[in-house]
């Protein structure tokens, strides 16, 4: 009983001590990870009212069990009937779960549930490997005219897009798409704050969205352990304005193109 009381009260405190989810406030930076913490949340009250139940009834038992000293002890080989009963009961809490989870699944995982902008207008092709992340952005002002336009994109690359290592921009507030692949090994493309979590696998091109709520610097990580250098597998996501967006891949384009050389500076005597 006091454990169920210290579970209760850990519960109560850890968004207060940043304890809960990660991220500013413990709330999701996307508008599908809400969705997913809500389901999480929904778990939480479920095994908080089994776990609390259970115990106080433990408790009870015990506490009764030896206080009574006029009752003998009787040996029994249990209760079919509690048996069947607590065997249908979480079969029936986890066939719910398994349903009310499944539009939201099939909104993150089924391609034909994807926002129709999102898919048209993909935002990068980001390559996993030991032991960075690659970026491929398409040039600026690019417009895919249709979905065989983009497949051969990610199979041929243009002499017009931008490659980055280990930082994602994005624009806030719309759908954004990119398409994931492996290099060589697992690996798995994790953002906690954005709750986007997807298995790079080698020969297969996944793709992923989701839709940053607001401006900020996301984590990105690698989740597969893929080798000895797992651990520098650190990444960032740039979430910013549309704006803000358009002219961060104006100026890599800028940047990639710079030879070094300053047309302007006085020519030396040497």
């Given at each position: 009983m006091f454990w169920a009381v210290v579970a209760v009260v850990l519960c109560l405190v850890a968004p207060s001590m940043n304890w809960w989810f990660p991220g500013n406030n413990a709330e999701a930076a996307s508008t599908l990870g809400t969705r997913i913490d809500d389901l999480f949340?929904?778990?939480?009250?479920?095994?908080?009212v089994t776990f609390v139940g259970t115990q106080i009834a433990l408790g009870y038992v015990l506490w009764k069990g030896a206080d009574n000293r006029d009752e003998k002890?009787?040996?029994t080989h249990g209760s079919h009937s509690l048996e069947v009963i607590w065997t249908i009961v979480p079969s029936g809490?986890?066939?719910?779960?398994?349903?009310?989870?499944?539009?939201?699944?099939?909104?993150?995982?089924?391609?034909?549930?994807?926002p129709a902008d999102a898919v048209a207008q993909p935002v990068a092709d980001v390559t996993a490997r030991q032991f960075?992340?690659?970026?491929?952005?398409p040039a600026p002002g690019r417009k895919f005219k249709s979905?065989?336009?983009?497949?051969?994109?990610?199979?041929?690359?243009?002499a017009g897009d931008?490659?980055?290592?280990?930082?994602?921009?994005?624009?806030?507030?719309?759908?954004?798409?990119?398409y994931l692949r492996s290099g060589d090994v697992q690996h798995a493309f994790f953002s906690p704050e954005l709750r986007v979590k997807q298995d790079a696998v080698p020969g297969k091109v996944i793709p992923v969205w989701f839709n940053a709520t607001k401006r900020g610097e996301y984590t990105l990580l690698c989740a597969e352990l893929c080798g000895w250098g797992h651990y520098k597998m650190k990444a960032r996501i740039l979430a910013v304005p549309e704006n803000e967006?358009?002219?961060?891949?104006?100026?890599?384009q800028k940047e990639l193109a710079d030879d070094g050389f300053d047309e302007d500076a006085p020519e030396s005597d040497e």
């Open positions: 949340y929904l778990i939480l009250v479920i095994v908080t002890a009787h040996f809490i986890l066939l719910f779960i398994a349903l009310y989870q499944m539009d939201v699944w099939a909104e993150y995982r089924v391609i034909s549930k994807f960075e992340w690659r970026i491929r952005y979905q065989a336009d983009i497949r051969k994109w990610l199979r041929v690359p243009e931008l490659h980055y290592p280990n930082e994602l921009c994005v624009p806030t507030t719309r759908n954004v798409l990119f967006y358009r002219q961060y891949l104006l100026n890599l």
